[in-house]
Nanobody, 115 residues
Framework: QVQLAESGGGLVQSGGSLRLSCAAS????????MGWHRQGPGKQREPVAA???????NYADSVKGRFTISRDNAKNTVYLQMSSLKPEDTSVYYC?????????WGNGTVVTVSS
């Protein structure tokens, strides 16, 4: 079993910053990919950023240059530093861990960006 616990969401003004964290516990293998998806009001869930255990990262075009994903393998934790936030970034942000063909999801943390 894998458990993912997100934290760091909240209310921020447009142009502000937030840092999300996701700690994984349970049966975690050394080779995995961790990342973030988000689902805005009335929208489908979409990928935001992901990073492999080797440190290779990729981002959605909508967040490139504003968001930075990082991870601490020793703590099985992934971070998402979000800067220059826009009202359209308002979403529930979900942590995802993928390993050996299996996907695991957190319960989500709410980010609200006010204009």
């Amino acid at each position: 079993q894998v458990q993912l616990a997100e934290s760091g969401g909240g209310l921020v003004q447009s142009g502000g910053s937030l840092r999300l964290s996701c700690a994984a516990s349970g049966s975690i293998f050394s080779a995995n990919t961790m990342g973030w998806h988000r689902q805005g009001p009335g929208k489908q869930r979409e990928p935001v950023a992901a990073i492999t255990s080797g440190g290779s990262a990729n981002y959605a075009d909508s967040v490139k240059g504003r968001f930075t994903i990082s991870r601490d393998n020793a703590k099985n934790t992934v971070y998402l530093q979000m800067s220059s936030l826009k009202p359209e970034d308002t979403s529930v942000y979900y942590c995802r861990l993928s390993q050996y063909g299996m996907e695991h999801w957190g319960n989500g943390t709410v980010v609200t960006v006010s204009s």
